[in-house]
Every structure is written in C-alpha cells, then in structure tokens.
C-alpha cells in the first residue's frame, strides 16, 4: 500500500524569506500524480501544484516549486518570498494511476507559520 | 473553473437524527466524488469513493449503512449520516474529480448534540 510521510509537524518563516517543505511517499508503482495542497483557516483545500511522476522536470506556480526526487521518493515544496497568506496547513497527497480509482492518500500535514 | 460546492457549512443535529450533506460540481461534470472526514488538527480520511449512477465505494472500517452515498447524476453526490451520534461530530469535506485533479468543497462541520 502506497503511504505518504511529513515528517514536519509545524514549520516558521520569516515574511519574504524562503522555506521548504519535506514529504516522502512509499510507493511500488510508476504511474501516479503528487499534489501540494493548501488548507487555510477556512480549511478550504486548495491545489497549489502537482507534478507527474513522469515528468522529470520540477513543477513550477510561481512562488511555489517542487524537488521531485523520484528514486528517493521524495517530494518537497518550495515558497518563495512567503506571504502571510501563505500560512496554512499544507498536505502532500499521492495519487495512483494504475488503480484507476484515482483515490488520493494524504499525508498528515505541515503547519506553515509565516511572520511578519 | 472546477468549483466545489458543499452545503451546508455547518450543522448542529439531535442525536438519531439524520444529516444529508450535499456536494456539487458546478462548471464541470465529476463521475467521481470522494467523501472524507477530517478530525482535528489531523489529515483527511477518505471514506468512500462516490460513482455516478453506482454504488459508491467504502473505504474499510466505514459503515455503509450508517454514512449513506448516492452518486445520482454527473454534478451532485450526496453523503448522508444516518442515526448520528456525537461520536459522528466531524469535518466532512468531499471533492471531485476533474480532468486536472480533484476540487474540494469548502468542508461541513457537523456536531450532534
């Protein structure tokens, strides 16, 4: 079964800084999507970025880019120029293709504080 | 484009009642819908996956008959808490599917007093 790990529980940053987020996956298939989503006070889910697994390029949205690491499974997310309203819980999910049921596991999530 | 809306945002009920909680796609077709649950300062839980024009799909250790889904057309799914408890106090939040990933809803919190 395909697992998702923050191992960050909270993380701070400094407004305008830089800050990254970690997140590992446990899978054994190929073909799967990774998203970044942003979950604010409201608790609103919103998708920041997503990358495929066959991409080798990093995904990019802006302020936002990942580290995709395919073979160390690893997929962290990088804020740039934080913003106040960066702040958030953050979820990295996995999504598998093979399965065809395209059911996203989300790992526990990361409170981002950003300060003035 | 892909907007999620969940209704109602929130809902205080009597224990042994039953709540539906409504989920629509409203500028794009979703034959898959997704019902989760979310406790406090923890992940999303997905409960089942929501088919249109199926039966939905449970996730282990959900009852099915307690947490009702019906799928009936490509823009609504409705989950339904059947006989709630206070244990059933929750976040429910669902998405759906779209061409670019899923789309969530804002969330319903449901409290049973």
Redesign the interface.
């Given at each position: 079964a395909q697992t998702v790990t923050q191992s960050q529980p909270e993380m701070s940053v400094q407004e305008a800084e830089t800050v990254t987020l970690s997140c590992t996956y446990d899978t054994s298939e190929s073909d799967y999507?990774l998203?970044w989503?942003k979950q604010p006070p409201?608790?609103?889910?919103?998708?920041v970025i997503?990358q495929e697994a066959y991409k080798q390029q990093n995904a990019t949205e802006n302020r936002f880019s990942v580290n995709f690491q395919k073979a160390a499974k690893s997929f962290s997310l990088k804020i740039s120029d934080s913003q106040l309203g960066d702040a958030a819980m953050y979820?990295c999910a996995y999504?598998s293709e093979a399965s065809g049921?395209?059911?996203?596991?989300?790992?526990?999530?990361t409170r981002l504080k950003v300060l003035a | 484009g892909a907007v999620v809306s969940q209704h109602p945002s929130w809902v205080i009920c009597k224990s042994g009642t039953s709540v539906k909680i409504e989920c629509r796609s409203l500028d794009f077709q979703a034959t898959t819908m997704f019902w989760y649950r979310q406790f406090p300062k923890q992940s999303l839980m997905l409960m089942a996956t929501s088919n249109e024009g199926s039966k939905a799909t449970y996730e282990q250790g959900v009852e099915k008959d307690k947490f009702l889904i019906n799928h009936a057309s490509l823009t609504l799914s409705t989950l339904t808490v059947t006989s709630a408890h206070p244990e059933d106090s929750s976040f429910y939040i669902c998405s759906a599917r779209a061409l670019t990933g899923a789309f969530f809803g804002q969330g319903t919190r449901l409290t049973v007093v």
């Open positions: 999507y998203f989503y409201s608790r609103q889910m919103i998708l997503r979820f999504r049921t395209y059911k996203y596991i989300f790992g526990t999530g | -």
